[in-house]
């Protein structure tokens, strides 16, 4: 019973919205753009998303490789933070000019985080 309670809105919400996107789009043509070029292990279309740590300086080559490769990074900076406050740095300023020089973007996310996106993606602020 609840089952059927439940889809009943649910289908008509369905089905409203199905046929106004419809006649929205009629006669429109669209073209369907692969985001990813590079076979970075993802399925074409989908945008990979990863979750690094940055425990010492060497780790910034590997966490750069992916997001050439067109993987968007969240970083987390509290391992090197607590380790080495100069290392940090350093690792940041490299992570932030390589970012950029390849026109992608590099934010602060709170205290401990960075998100860090190839070209394709742009950060709102």
Partial sequence: MFKEVFNMPLKRLLSRSKDR????????????VNVMDSGAGVSAGKLGIRIENLEEFADAERILRQVR?????????????????????????????????????????????????????????
């Fill in 69 to 125: 490769e067109g993987s968007i990074i969240f970083l987390k900076i509290k391992g090197l933070k607590d380790k080495d406050m100069g290392e940090l740095k350093r690792a940041v300023d490299k992570l932030k000019r390589t970012v950029v020089a390849n026109n992608g973007d590099i934010i602060g996310v709170e205290q401990n985080w960075l998100i860090l996106t190839p070209e394709f993606v742009a950060v709102h602020r």
């Fill in 21 to 32: 996107d419809f006649e929205e789009i009629e006669g429109e043509e669209y073209l369907e």
